[in-house]
């Protein structure tokens, strides 16, 4: 099973680590989180039977123990969710950084769910039929969820509202 692990490692680090880094609120419990995904994984291994693609079964597992471990600090968190969306950011630095940190701040004020499928989908890449075998939802739902997380996060950048 280390065999396996090992193999697998190499094309399930860097999904793992890119949507543990978009829910875990807190920068430096990212590499735990990312372990505890890992160890997760590993124990399942023999339980995978393949219904569906390893990738998904991978980031349901990802997605599963990541909000465990928010929902156990949730009582504490007021901190910053680490997300590199910026694909273009602005070339001054002030205005960069100040861009970032609107973003951040706007995604913190996202509802778990909405926070979920829209790392999936900007982050991960993801289609939407995707999105929802991932999370066992309606695709309808990741829809929904998406064009509400987009509409907050539009509002909360633009200040016009409570992000609703």
Do not use: K
């Amino acid at each position: 099973m280390a065999e396996a692990m090992a193999e697998l490692y190499p094309s399930i680090h860097g999904p793992v680590r890119r949507l543990c880094s978009a829910l875990v609120r807190e920068p430096g419990e990212v590499d735990d989180v990312v372990q505890d995904v890992l160890l997760a994984i590993y124990r399942g291994l023999p339980r995978f039977r393949g219904d569906a693609q390893l990738l998904t079964w991978v980031r349901r597992i990802t997605i599963r123990v990541a909000l465990r471990h928010r929902d156990r600090r949730r009582q504490s968190s007021t901190d910053a969710l680490p997300l590199e969306l910026a694909a273009a950011p602005p070339r001054d630095p002030v205005e960069a950084d100040q861009l970032r940190n609107q973003l951040l701040v706007a995604l913190r004020g996202l509802p778990a769910p909405q926070r979920t499928v829209l790392a999936l989908a900007l982050i991960e890449g993801l289609p939407q039929a995707e999105i929802a075998q991932v999370l066992g939802i309606p695709a309808g739902t990741v829809w929904s969820r998406l064009h509400h997380a987009r509409r907050r996060l539009a509002r909360a950048l633009v200040g016009t509202g409570d992000g609703r």
